[in-house]
């Protein structure tokens, strides 16, 4: 799962990345910067099991700066590389800023091109349909004007300056629309790119306006992962800074993206599983390999605090907490599992 990380220039997105990868200024970023997310929940189960082989989801962060969007130099990420992430960071930089008005306007310039961008791609997927109408049936022009009339609608609401993530979608409307990847119907966050005393102003209205969005102070995080744990953490509390803010993030991108996990409890590995909410037992054991959903029989799930409370699948099932699933079952967040197949 791909974030594209979008800011103006110098608004400090290669500095964010560094944080997250406890880079150092001078050391240069790799194109696709990988980052676990640690979920506790695979600490406690490993401390239970009595290893530690745990393996994370991922979120693969990539730098994409926002001038640079329509260029015709192909060397420059554009476009299409922002079509194709699964989410979007906004860099907005509020470091060295005389006016906290300055942070509303970069929003907005943003979000402004991204909506641009999404008309002209609406724009193209249309006329490419109105030619595709010629020689069809009159069942199949029905199909082709009511997705011509649902671009249309999708092309007002831009052009009054909203994203697509506020339009309202009929049922069975939003499945017509996967695989053209618009921009502005992803999920969309605003990173406030802070020195520490941001944090302290946090009731600024300005900065109210926006639900999604995070304090991070990115020169101060990439810093202090420079110091030893004791050194970073005397600093931590002396300028009054969670010690988890990477960890909070990093798990408030993951869960604002609808993701979920389930997790796989073995002696060789501890696993967590991405899935979206919603996914069933069937889709999940999917994600493991395609053999276990096309013989898929049962799935085996504990819930998480139940496993953690008796400890072990033995004792789950001595205690009758192994419920038997089928393939329609609804996972839910860190339900522990065990799927049985031909
Ligand atoms: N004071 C302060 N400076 C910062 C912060 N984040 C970044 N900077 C500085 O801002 C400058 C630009 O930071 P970069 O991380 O290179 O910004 P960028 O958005 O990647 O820049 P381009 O890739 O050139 O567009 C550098 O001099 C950073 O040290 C911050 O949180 N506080
Ligand atoms: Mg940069």
């Given amino acids: 799962m791909n974030i594209a990380v979008l ?3 110098q608004s400090g997105k290669s500095t964010f990345l560094k944080s997250l990868l406890s880079l150092s200024d001078n050391d240069t970023l790799p194109e696709y910067c990988n980052i676990k997310v640690e979920d506790n929940r695979l600490k406690q189960v490993g401390k239970l099991l009595g290893h530690d082989k745990l393996t ?9 700066d926002i001038l640079t969007l329509n260029s015709k130099n192909t060397e420059l990420k554009g476009i299409d590389s922002l079509q194709k992430s699964y989410g979007i960071l906004l860099v907005i930089k509020c470091f060295e800023i005389e006016n906290y008005s300055i942070i509303t306007s970069d929003i907005n310039q943003i979000i402004t091109e991204l909506i641009v961008s999404d008309t002209i791609i609406i724009e193209n997927i249309i006329e490419r349909r109105l030619k595709s109408s010629k020689g069809k049936t009159k069942q199949e022009i029905e199909v082709v004007n009511t997705e011509i009339e649902l671009l249309n609608s999708l092309k007002n609401h831009l052009e009054n300056g909203s994203a697509l993530n506020s339009y309202i979608f009929k049922e069975g409307e939003l499945k017509k629309l996967t695989g053209y990847n618009l921009i502005t119907l992803k999920p969309i966050f605003v990173l406030l790119n802070s020195d520490t005393e941001l944090i302290e102003n946090e009731s600024n209205e300005n900065l109210t306006d926006y639900s999604s969005n995070f304090l991070y102070p990115s020169k101060l995080e990439m810093e202090l992962s420079e ?3 004791i050194e970073s953490n005397e ?12 960890y909070n993030l990093i798990k408030a991108l993951f869960e604002g993206m609808g993701k979920i996990i389930f997790i796989t409890a073995g002696d060789q590995e ?5 899935i979206e909410k919603g996914d069933t037992a069937l889709i999940s054991a999917s994600k493991i390999h395609s053999d276990i959903s096309n013989g898929f029989i049962r799935a085996e799930v504990i819930e998480f605090d139940t496993f953690l409370k008796l400890g072990s699948w033995n004792e789950c099932k001595k205690e009758g907490k192994v419920k038997g699933n089928g393939k329609e079952y609804v ?3 860190g339900d522990i599992i065990n799927f049985l197949h031909s």
């Fill in 7 to 9: 800011g103006l220039p």
């Fill in 56 to 64: 994370y989801p991922e979120i693969s962060f990539t730098e994409l």
């Fill in 227 to 229: 110091l030893t744990e």
């Fill in 235 to 246: 600093f931590r509390e002396s300028l009054n800074i969670d010690a988890n803010l990477k």
């Fill in 270 to 274: 501890i696993r967590a599983w991405e």
């Fill in 331 to 333: 996972v839910n967040d």
